[in-house]
């Protein structure tokens, strides 16, 4: 039996082959990293921060919850793209 990276490495090549054949570029990207995913250093630590503590008995208990404000959406991106300028600037470091 063939290991899981030796099989996820014949995989990829037949992609490379078929996008070779196909005339298509590419581009390289950098790992999966939470300090660029918006959900991850954002969104997820809001939704605890608001659930933590609570238990709900119903369905609509959870609807009842308050929406984040726009601003704090708005202020999430500006850091998101603060952060990928600075992965940008270090080469991925």
Not at 74 to 86: A, D, K, M, S, V
């Amino acid at each position: 039996m063939q290991k899981w990276s030796q099989r996820s490495s014949l995989k990829n090549k037949g992609k490379e082959e078929f996008l070779a054949t196909k005339e298509i570029t590419v581009l390289e990207h950098p790992a999966y990293s939470p300090d660029l995913a918006p959900s991850d250093f954002f969104l997820l630590p809001k939704i605890k921060e608001i659930l933590k503590g609570r238990h709900f008995d119903y369905t609509d208990d959870i609807r009842s919850l308050k929406a984040l404000p726009q601003n704090q959406f708005q202020n999430c991106f500006e850091g998101w793209t603060r952060r990928w300028h600075q992965c940008v600037a270090s080469q991925g470091e």
